[in-house]
């Protein structure tokens, strides 16, 4: 049975995505080659030590990414994964991205378990607002309040949201299919949604350019470009096939 055979006779799904699934569209991942984890500790950035320390070179550091990202566009991978959500009865979205770029390819079924950094969160109030695509002006940003704002994302030693993290738990354990897309797996709870998945039967698929501690309880494992994988495996984009011999 192909994937795509599969997903059409599947009553609920989840998908899980990591940095992976945001590369083709120009933003960079944490551990690759080329990774923000290569080039910045994220003791100097991703901490709340860290933030304490300093506000303004964090949020220098957010500010730089947001530019980045409103610079870049959903992907063909973002595309799929929207698609899929309008074809199942339960479907929901894991991610593990702040860019928003799910939310701008049309995904609405989704948690951000690591929040979003187009959303600031006063310390003072607890409430949050949205923050432009243009540079901050005041840095560290403050609340009306006075309060010192930070950005609404999740940062190392710190819980999960409970509620998306509950949301996240239910679903993996009661699909019928956990597709992994363009995640390491390195960072908990996060990577352990697919095995809560597989413990409860569903069968789970990995698409990832290498292979990865889930790879070893994958179902079915495709190693290569989301963006060009999962469009093909989904059925939405014809499967390159055999290529007729050319003369020599
Ligand atoms: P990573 O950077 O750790 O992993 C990205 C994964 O995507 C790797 O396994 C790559 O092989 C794969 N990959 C890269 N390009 C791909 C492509 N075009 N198609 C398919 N796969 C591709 O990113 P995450 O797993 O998302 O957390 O990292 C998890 C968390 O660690 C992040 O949410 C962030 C980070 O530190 C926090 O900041 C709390």
Not at 105 to 129: I, P
Not at 172 to 178: G, I, Q, T, Y
Request: contains cysteine; charged residues 20%; glycine residues 8%.
């Amino acid at each position: 049975m192909t994937l795509a055979e599969r997903l059409a006779g599947a009553r609920s799904v989840v998908v899980l995505t990591g940095a992976g699934v945001s590369a083709e569209s120009g933003v960079p991942t944490f551990r690759g080659a080329d990774g923000l984890w290569r080039q910045y500790r994220v003791e100097d950035l991703a901490t709340p030590e860290a933030f304490r320390r300093n506000p303004r070179l964090v949020w220098e550091w957010y500010d730089w990414r947001r530019q980045l990202i409103a610079g870049c566009a959903p992907n063909p991978a973002h595309a799929a994964i929207a698609w899929l959500e309008r074809q199942v009865p339960e479907f929901l979205l894991v991610t593990q991205n702040v860019d928003g770029l799910h939310r701008r390819a049309g995904s609405v079924r989704m948690v951000e378990l690591h929040g979003n950094l187009w959303r600031a969160r006063c310390l003072q109030e607890g409430t949050t607002r949205d923050l432009p695509d243009v540079p901050l002006a005041e840095m560290p940003p403050r609340c009306s309040c006075g309060g010192l704002l930070r950005p609404d994302v999740v940062w190392f030693g710190e819980a999960l949201p409970p509620s998306a993290l509950e949301q996240a738990l239910q679903a993996a354990d009661s699909c019928d299919v956990f597709l992994v897309v363009g995640t390491s797996a390195a960072v908990q709870p996060a990577a352990s949604l697919p095995r809560v998945a597989r413990e409860h039967g569903a069968f789970v698929v990995e698409v990832n350019l290498e292979s990865t501690p889930l790879t070893g309880i994958a179902h079915d494992r495709h190693h290569g470009k989301a963006g060009v994988l999962l469009p093909r495996l989904l059925g939405l984009s014809p499967s390159p096939g055999p290529q007729p011999l050319s003369p020599a």
